[in-house]
C-alpha cells in the first residue's frame, strides 16, 4: 500500500475513475487483501471511500503486482 500510494497516485485515480466510475481528484489504498482494494477518495471537498473487487482471488502477495498491472492497462486503454 504505501509503494501504491508513494509512486502510483496517478494509477489510483485510473481505477477509482474506471473500477468504480467515480470522477476522483485524488485516491489513497487504505486496505488490500486477496479480493480486492480500498481506496479513499477526494472530489472537490468531498470524501468517500470505494471497494474495488481483482478480477480474481489472489494466492499470494507477489500476484497482487501482476493484477494491479493488468487493471491499470485495462483502465488506461479503455480512456484511449
Do not use: C, K, W
Not at 473500477?19 to 471537498?45: H, I, K, N, S
Request: proline share 4%; charged share 25%.
Amino acid at each position: 500500500m504505501d509503494h501504491m500510494n508513494r509512486d502510483h497516485a496517478d494509477a489510483l485515480v485510473a481505477y477509482a475513475r474506471h473500477f468504480a466510475g467515480e470522477p476522483a481528484d485524488a485516491a489513497t489504498m487504505v486496505a488490500v487483501d486477496r479480493l480486492g482494494f480500498r481506496l479513499r477518495l477526494r472530489q472537490g471537498e468531498r470524501l468517500h471511500a470505494v471497494r474495488i473487487a481483482f478480477p480474481r482471488p489472489l494466492t499470494t502477495a507477489a500476484e497482487s503486482r501482476t493484477v494491479l498491472i493488468e487493471m491499470l492497462q485495462q483502465a488506461r486503454s479503455a480512456t484511449a
